[in-house]
């Protein structure tokens, strides 16, 4: 099994790499390529050599690609990460021996190369026919196979096997004092033409009923069990604490499986863990298959957008009580409800100069009014707003907020959402 999974990942590699790479990739990446070319792959360097030489070159990346902005990090360095992260995955392959999924040893191995690739495909970018998306796929799939087939032994030999399923816990308010706001419309599946025309021109939000009826996900992400069967060993960056604008925010790398069980099954009264604003769809594709990218994607009032510009899709996977704070943000979202249910208070953009924006650069899109428990002496303001409106989102239902719309938004029980943002 070893010599096949090290085979299919080896089909990335393309010899003439070395000729699409640019001064602004950097002399390490450069000798890193030939020290694999020239040594490596000719029995001259083992796996162990050539993990500590991609080690090096990823230690070194690591430290330019936290200094500045993230959006201003040069692609470059993302392609120098994606292809060192590469060659260490082949290097953690070749210097683990007598390789079988079943044993516990060898699959820590196949672990930490998944555990590996995530995080090159959070911080890298592909370059050239080195895919870490396929990569984790092949990865994820030999691992997956090891698992059933040591299911299927245990089952032969009476062993009781443990079970997956995890059951969501409710926790969940049906109805919300908002005296001073208005509910927000509701319509069931309305045509483009309709939804473009009384909403998206007047840049009025509206909730969309009967759209997602078709998606896999309604069903089958109930049980967060399968979720965890299809991405547990899936390294993801978790939110911790009240909301990413608070002094108790911070944020850590964990897999799905941990995530579930920690933030999830057994939650912590003192912390609260979310996965938010993800593109989980792009790293698991297998999770892709459940969703379907709303036909309503397709409108734009921009004439001059690129036919070819992608939907982002982002997920948001959390307990009980996650919450973002009053933002905007500058495309149109359809936010999405496949489990559980959340509580949206919305304001229009004519609003913004009561609603506090952060004079920070960094968070210049978010209010600093807690809109739940409004503190009018420090934000006397806020008492002039005259938009406020709010939106219970359940299963199956969609909400349409228009670019520059403020919104907060808090889940009332465990809850999944998918967001599209378009242009």
């Excluded at 001073?180 to 509206?206: A, G, H, Q, R």
């Excluded at 998606?215 to 399968?226: E, I, S, V």
């Excluded at 604003?277 to 594709?285: A, E, I």
Aim: hydrophobic share 35%; aromatic share 10%.
């Amino acid at each position: 099994m070893k010599d096949m999974v090290r085979y299919e990942i080896e089909k990335f590699w393309n010899d003439n790499l070395l000729d699409d790479i640019k001064d602004e990739h950097g002399i390490e990446i450069k000798l890193l390529i030939k020290f694999y070319q020239e040594k490596y792959k000719i029995k001259m360097a083992d796996g162990k050599e050539l993990i500590n030489e991609s080690k090096m070159v990823l230690n070194r990346t690591w430290e330019l690609l936290n200094v500045g902005k993230w959006m201003n990090v040069p692609v470059e360095r993302k392609q120098v990460y994606a292809i060192a992260t590469y060659l260490q995955i082949l290097g953690l392959l070749e210097s683990s021996k007598n390789y079988d999924d079943d044993d516990d040893d060898d699959r820590k191995v196949l672990e930490k190369c998944l555990e590996i690739t995530d995080l090159g495909i959070l911080l890298g970018l592909p370059f050239g026919t080195i895919s870490l998306t396929s990569i984790a796929d092949i990865l994820s799939n030999a691992l997956n196979k090891g698992k059933k087939r040591k299911r299927e032994e245990e089952e032969e030999e009476g062993q009781e096997v443990e079970k997956s399923e995890i059951s969501i816990k409710e926790n969940f308010r049906e109805s919300f004092d908002d005296n001073d706001s208005i509910i927000i419309d509701s319509i069931e599946c309305p045509s483009l033409e309709y939804f473009y025309n009384n909403y998206m021109i007047k840049n009025t939000p509206v909730k969309l009923t009967g759209c997602m009826n078709h998606w896999p996900a309604l069903k089958l992400w109930k049980d967060f069990g399968y979720i965890v069967g299809k991405a547990g060993c899936r390294t993801v960056p978790v939110e911790i604490g009240k909301h990413y604008a608070h002094d108790t925010y911070s944020q850590k790398l964990m897999k799905i499986s941990e995530f579930v069980e920690e933030y999830i099954n057994n939650p912590s009264k003192s912390a609260i863990g979310y996965l938010a604003q993800h593109q989980l769809f792009d790293q698991v594709p297998e999770l892709k298959k459940d969703i379907i990218i709303p036909d309503y994607c397709a409108l734009t009032l921009k004439p001059d957008v690129d036919e070819n510009s992608e939907t982002e899709i982002n997920a948001w996977f959390g307990p009980n009580a996650t919450i973002s704070p009053l933002h905007n943000d500058p495309k149109n979202n359809l936010l999405c409800q496949v489990v559980g249910t959340k509580k949206l208070i919305l304001f229009s953009q004519s609003d913004t100069q009561f609603l506090y924006p952060h004079p920070s650069s960094i968070l210049f899109n978010t209010s600093r009014v807690d809109v739940e428990n409004p503190d009018f002496n420090s934000f006397p303001e806020f008492k002039k707003v005259k938009t406020k409106m709010t939106c219970l989102l359940k299963p199956g239902e969609m909400i349409y907020i228009p670019p520059k719309y403020w919104h907060h938004v808090r889940s009332l029980e465990n809850s999944f959402s998918v967001s599209f943002w378009w242009e």
